[in-house]
């Protein structure tokens, strides 16, 4: 056994005990994202009426709140993945339902008027991204969601 700096003296002790040289195999490990399950036609014309249904608040006093709400009471077992995506629209618009209320006590001090009309634009402009999300096969996340409802 030689001390040469430059060698390491494990390498050669297990050159010496196997009588050979040792090859060492890295193997490349692929991780792919986990797929999600897919979905049937006709859970993804529920996922779709969940997000849409928000649209009846527009008519219906209350209506965003209680259209994802039916959907979500009578799909989620049924169809885990409306029953998700309508969970999802539920708490957006219970969110909506809330800052609403905090700009109707802020009209006192005018600015509540401008954060009402930004805020139902904001929820349109949402549900229609989250129905076009949806029918393109995508998940959709509502920003500034409060999950009351998880």
Known sequence: MSKDANHDPFEQMTDEVFGQEVIEEVE???YEPAQEPTASADEKQWMLFAH???LAGYVIPFGSVFGPLVIWLMKREEMPLAGKHAREALNFQLSIALYMMI???????VVGIFLLIG??????VAIIMA???VSGGKEYKYPITINFIK
């Open 119 to 124: 805020l139902a634009i904001f929820q349109l």
């Open 28 to 30: 490349e490990q692929v």
């Open 131 to 133: 129905a076009v999300s």
């Open 103 to 109: 700009s109707v006590v802020l009209i006192l001090v």
């Open 52 to 54: 849409l249904s928000a």
